[in-house]
């Protein structure tokens, strides 16, 4: 089973400011790699899918990049309605879908 | 416009059985996958199976095989999860979430959680 590693598990961030999380994949998992969104009482948002691609009404300060092992999520300019938990995924090792264990990304 | 409704939240005993639902609307419920995520309380999330209702091919997470059982009824296009002996461990909140039939992207569509609640 592919193990996805999710680094920080928490970063205080200002708002305005910039975040930067990581997802690393255990092996390759190509660029089938998404993120979510998890507000807290609410279902996951996916954001990102294809390492890099941006869901429907998603903004664009959220930005995803990496490939292989190492990936990226990038929210430029923090919103308040943006600190949340954000979480990766990798559909590549299909039906194994495995998450990482979360990034909570709190007001500094 | 596409929806998973699920079925509302469910207080249980241990030892109990449990089927709860997840039914799609606004696009075509057999030709994409169904999966289930659970979620327990404060933790992250976690693939359990997921079902292609067009012909009912089920798959497991290892983690989960024998512990649940995942089905569809698509002539009511509905999902389900079910339990045959709850544990208090199986307290947690279940979504369903839908996948492309040919895997080549994640889920894009959730449904809003059902919470198990299993206390003697």
């Not at chain 1, 930067?20 to 990102?48: E, H």
């Not at chain 2, 024998?66 to 002996?85: E, F, H």
Request: aromatic content about 12%; charged content about 15%; proline content about 5%.
């Amino acid at each position: 089973e592919i193990v996805m590693t999710q680094s920080p598990a928490t970063l205080s961030v200002s708002p305005g400011e910039r975040a930067t999380l990581s997802c690393r994949a255990s092996q390759s998992v190509s660029s089938n790699l998404a993120w979510y969104q998890q507000k807290p009482g609410q279902a996951p948002r996916l954001l990102i899918y294809g390492a890099s691609t941006r869901a429907t009404g998603i903004p664009a300060r959220f930005s995803g990049s990496g490939s292989g092992t190492e990936f990226t999520l990038t929210i430029s300019s923090l919103q308040s309605e943006d600190f949340a938990v954000y979480y990766c995924q990798q559909y590549n090792n299909w039906p194994s879908l495995t998450f990482g264990g979360g990034t909570k990304v709190e007001i500094k | 416009e596409v929806q998973l409704v699920q079925s509302g939240a469910e207080v249980k005993k241990p030892g109990e059985s449990l089927k709860i639902s997840c039914k799609g609307s606004g696009y075509s419920f057999t030709s994409y996958w169904i999966g289930w995520v659970r979620q327990m309380p404060g933790k992250g999330l976690e693939w359990m199976g997921i079902i292609y209702p067009g012909d009912s091919d089920t798959r497991y997470s290892p983690s989960f095989q024998g512990q649940v059982t995942i089905s569809a009824d698509k002539s009511i296009s509905t999902a389900y999860l079910q339990w045959s002996s709850l544990k208090a461990s199986d307290t947690a909140m279940y979504y369903c979430a839908r996948q492309d039939w040919n895997h080549v992207y994640p889920f894009d569509y959730w449904g809003q959680g059902t919470l198990v609640t299993v206390s003697s």
